[in-house]
Each structure stands twice: as structure tokens, then as C-alpha cells.
């Protein structure tokens, strides 16, 4: 299982953002995406995870493996942490294990309302998320906005010591060095020129 | 899909999430229409079918931008669309919810308030079938205009242009088979036509509403 992208280009409102990136993930290993603001991370990560068309280009992994988090945490405040975790448990079909609360510090925290939390406690619980639904390839966008630096070493520790170790694969566009041992690419040299194509009506056809 | 249900049926329920919010409407507007057109008891037996399934309409509109919007707002959207539940499915658990916290209460409080318009005797039946066979075409289609104006800010006035015209059959047929049952005619065309609605409904719209998602999303 390998993430592979050749020659893929986005757009993002119609305007063509990256053009012609190419990258292969390998099992186990992680791929962190720099860049300035507004180069098209977010964009990229959001083709990635299919949640729009490329313009161009190929994206490759396998089928139903891959999971996208983004800078919302899609946590619901009414609910409790264990209801929230249980529910995106049950979507994938799976079981919430007892180790992801350790993990990501909210063992005390498993009945209070989530709209209760403070912002990175409420950040750990959307990044529990991905310790419950168990896919292998993840596209991880600013996974770290808000959070602490000890909570930053335990998210680190738990890509690298949980998902990385069981050969998954990680995507992460971040500003902040996370401790992992993973390349990193500049989107800068990608950035589309204006005069690239962008299908504003693609949307229509 | 049950996950999701039990968790929308959750949310509604909590504090802030809209439940009893449509019932409320549907009481309210049918305690000032007899105080709007006099207490004639003929007049309001007349006109009861048809006020009491444009309240129930109205009630069922009421809420119809909560249900892709505040999972667009936190992002809970973009996880679905990219976890393992088609968003077709997701479409039909919505429209499922929206039914149950809404829906559902309102047929079963309509003969209570058709007691309120001096309703004839013989429609309450009718009334009770009427509304549980249409309301859940509501509540599709209502998702359909949900799903195309998820995103919009101020969507909920362009959500109700577009999904008005969409409810007339229902209505017609739903107010239709109430009159009949009232007048001791047969009802067995607008009960049908009305439970066609709603099938044909729940058949299509949830691949268009998954269409529009996929298309809001991106």
C-alpha cells in the first residue's frame, strides 16, 4: 500500500492553485507539506482525500483506507467525548479502543459535554478521531492549531508510534515542527500560473 | 446509518436543538386561526383540512436549514463525505431525523388541534393517515433543499423559495384526502397519489441531495 500522486494539479473557486506535483508515500511513512499561507495545502490535502476532482493528475492508494482531518473538528458540542468518539467509531464499524483516551489525554474528560472543552481540548478529541476509525492513509490538515506543546509531543508520538509504526500513512500540512522523521515538501516550486486552465463550470457538467 | 440516526435524533433532542420547535409553530398558528376568521363553527370546519396541513407545512419548513448546516459549520460534513457512509445514505438518515423530531410530532398532535377548528367527526382518520403518509415526502424533500443551500449564508429564505413550490402536491393531495374523508367521499386517489409522492420522493432525492453535498463541498 503506497500513496502515489503524478503530476496533480488543483484549483480552488475556478483559479488553478498547484500544478504538476508529483510524490510517493511509502508504507509507514509520513509526507509533511509546507508552504506559505494560501499556496493551496488545504486544497491539495482536500483532492487528496476526494473530496474534490483534481484538474489533472493521478492520486493512487487503495480504496476505503483513507481518512481526511481538517482544520474543523466536526466535534459536536452537545454530545459527550464518548458519544462523540463512539458515533465516528460506529460509522467506520468499528469499536472505540480503550487506549485512544489515554492517548490523547481525555481518560477525565470521557463524560463532559464537548462544547464544555476548552479549544485544545477540543482539538485532542477531533484528533482522537483518527485513533478510533483506524485507516491507513491520513490527510491531516494544521492538526495542530491550538494545541499545547505537550499535547503537540503526544500527537506527534502517537503518528509516529501507533500509526506510523503499523504501516500507515501520514499527510500533514503544518507550520510547526512536529518531531517526526518525515520529508518534507515545499508546495512553492508547484504554484499554478495564472494562465493555467481552471474549470469554474466543471461543476455544472 | 444508525449511528448517524441515533446521533441526529440525540442532537435534536439536547438542549438548542430545535425539537419542539416546529410543534410549537404548528400550535401556535392553529390557535390564531380561530381568532383571525371568528368562532363560526361551519366556517372553521370548513376551511379545518386545509389550515391544519399548511400549518403542518409550514412547521416542517421551520426547520429544514438546521440539517446540513450546523454539520457544514463544524465540519462534521467533510468527515461523512469522506468516511465509509455514501452520502446518499447520509441524505436518507437526515431526512429520516428531520422526520421524527418533526414530522412525527406534528401527526400526532394534528388531531388535538383539529379538535381546536371543530374538525368533522369523520376526518380525523383521515387527518392522521394523511399527515404520516406526506410529512416524511416533506422531509426529503426538504433535505434536497438543505443539501443545495448548505454553505449559503442567510440560506434559509432561498432554501424556502426553493422548496415551496416543491410541497404543493403533497399539500393538495394531503389537504384533498382530509376534505374527502370529512365530507364522506372517497379518499383512496389522494392517499394514493399522496403515498406515490412519497415514495417516488424518498427514490430520487437522496441522489440528488448527495449530488448538491458533493458539489457544496468541494
Known sequence: ?205 | MKALLIRDLRLGLRAGGGFGLGLAFFLIVVVLVPFGVGPEAAVLTRIAPGILWVAALLAALLSLDRIFALDFEDGSLALLATSPLPLEAAAVVKALAHWITTGLPLTLAAPGLGFLLNLAPDAYFYLLASLALGTPALSIIGTFGAALTVGLRRGGLLLSLLVLPLYIPTLIFGAEAVRRGADGLATATPMVMLAGITAGAFALLPFASAAALRVNLR
Do not use: C
Not at chain 1, 8 to 20: C, F, Y
Not at chain 1, 85 to 112: E, H, K, N
Open chain 1, 1 to 205: 500500500m503506497t500513496l502515489r500522486v503524478q503530476s496533480l494539479s488543483v484549483e480552488r473557486g475556478g483559479q488553478p492553485v498547484i500544478a504538476g506535483l508529483s510524490f510517493e508515500v511509502a508504507p509507514g511513512a509520513a509526507l509533511i507539506l509546507r508552504g506559505p499561507n494560501g499556496i493551496g495545502k488545504t486544497t491539495v490535502l482536500r483532492t487528496l482525500a476526494g473530496l474534490q476532482p483534481p484538474v489533472s493528475g493521478t492520486i493512487d492508494y487503495p480504496e476505503d483506507t483513507a481518512a481526511y482531518a481538517s482544520h474543523a473538528d466536526g466535534v459536536k458540542p452537545t454530545l459527550t467525548v464518548t458519544e462523540n468518539l463512539t458515533f465516528w467509531a460506529q460509522v467506520y464499524g468499528r469499536a472505540v479502543p480503550g487506549s485512544v483516551y489515554a492517548a490523547f489525554d481525555l481518560d477525565a474528560l470521557r463524560g463532559r459535554e464537548a462544547g464544555t472543552l476548552s479549544a485544545g481540548q477540543k482539538r485532542r478529541l477531533g484528533l482522537a478521531r483518527l485513533g478510533v476509525i483506524g485507516r491507513a492513509v491520513l490527510f491531516l490538515d494544521e492538526p495542530t492549531v491550538s494545541l499545547d506543546r505537550f499535547s503537540v509531543q503526544m500527537f506527534a508520538t502517537f503518528l509516529r508510534d501507533t500509526h506510523l509504526a503499523a504501516g500507515g500513512i501520514a499527510v500533514i500540512a503544518t507550520h510547526i515542527d512536529l518531531g517526526l522523521d518525515a520529508p518534507e515538501l515545499d508546495l512553492t516550486p508547484f504554484r499554478a500560473l495564472a494562465t493555467d486552465r481552471g474549470g469554474s463550470d466543471e461543476a455544472f457538467l
